[in-house]
Every structure is written in C-alpha cells, then in structure tokens.
C-alpha cells in the first residue's frame, strides 16, 4: 500500500535553533500533504495544508512563521520549526493524499510521525 | 463546528476480552465517519470505515455501526489480541476537503 515516510522520527534540539522535518510520499504524488500535532493526551490537530507549488495554508492560531511548510515537489513536504522553544515539543505527523484518488479518509495516508524535543 | 469525542484512556484488558470504545460526534449532514490505529513506533492507518448511517466498517475482527439516532461510531472486538495494543483514533472528515477531525485517542493496553 501507499506509504509515507517523515524523517527524523526523533529528533532534540536546543531552545532557539531550528529543526526540519521531512513527509515523503513513497509511491504515490501528494499534491496536498498535511501537518498536524500532538499534545500528550489531546487529539492530533491540524496545522496547515500544504500545497505543492504554492504557499501553505494555516490553521488558525498557527504562527506561519514559526512553523514554516515547503512542498517544492509532489513527494515531498517540509516542516521547519524555528526559534524552537520548550512548549514545541510535541509530536509532529504529516499526511498525504495521493492525487490519483478523491474523498477523504481512505486516500489519506499518515507518515510515522516525529517526535520533537526542545530542551 | 464539527468534533469527535472518545473514550479516554488507557483501557487495560486481557487477552481474549471483549472490547468496546465509544465514539460520538457533532457533525452537520452524515459525513462517513472512521476509525484509525496507531500501532507502537508506526504512523496512522485507517482500521475501518462507514460512509452512511447503519452502515457497519469491519477490518482485522474490528467493528463499527454508525448510529444516526444517537450520533455514534462505537468501536467493538469480540476477543482482543495483545498485538491489539495501539492507540485508537475515532475521526470524521470536516466539510473542507480531506480534512480530518480526530478524537483524542484512546490507548489500549491488551495483557497477555
């Protein structure tokens, strides 16, 4: 099946530096990848859609730029957390959608998801 | 707006038991509703689905009925496995395109 990869899966960085992580679509093109996070013990909630060829689209109360989303190709998306601080660590997933199909759920697929700390 | 709301968690249960996770939702219309899994290490992966109401998903021994009257999408499993340990994810696609509502999850812990 249709796989997507995020990379790092871990990753600890210090207060103020920046991270990126990476959301590849393996076999398919993703014209739409999406960010969402993780609180402990909240749901996974929604931070932009990610657009190839154009600019992201940000959920309310997302600072775009402190979280900045490139999806220069149709298989991959990034996300660079800047300045990181404390309070953004978190788990980080990303989800495409393969661009052969259409309707939600079943053609959206998750990557494995990347877990930030900022110490 | 649109929302889920699941179970908290974590369940703990033995191995062959019965299992139930509720799942209710506010949603405007009758969007198809899902149920996603997220085993240890691994990324999210859609366990079942139901796209209108009385419709049952079924998937790996999992069920789900989506309940019109009493907005509902209540996951069961007649006799769980300890490879059952995950964290389940009740969700609902919102009236923007591919954008999915997530309930909180609910970790489930199966003992052998």
Partial sequence: GAVVSQHPSRVICKSGTSVKIECRSL??????????????????????????????????????????????????????????????SSFYICSARDRRNTGAGNTIYFGEGSWLTVV | GDSVTQMEGPVTLSEEAFLTINCTYTATGYPSLFWYVQYPGEGLQLLLKATKADDKGSNKGFEATYRKETTSFHLEKGSVQVSDSAVYFCALPSNRDDKIIFGKGTRLHILP
Avoid: C
Avoid at chain 1, 63 to 83: C, G, M, P, R, W
């Fill in chain 1, 27 to 88: 076999d398919f093109q993703a014209t739409t990848m999406f960010w969402y996070r993780q609180f402990p013990k909240q749901s996974l909630m929604l931070m932009a859609t990610s657009n190839e060829g154009s600019k992201a689209t940000y959920e309310q109360g997302v600072e775009k730029d402190k979280f900045l989303i490139n999806h220069a190709s149709l298989t991959l998306s990034t996300l660079t957390v800047t300045s990181a601080h404390p309070e953004d």
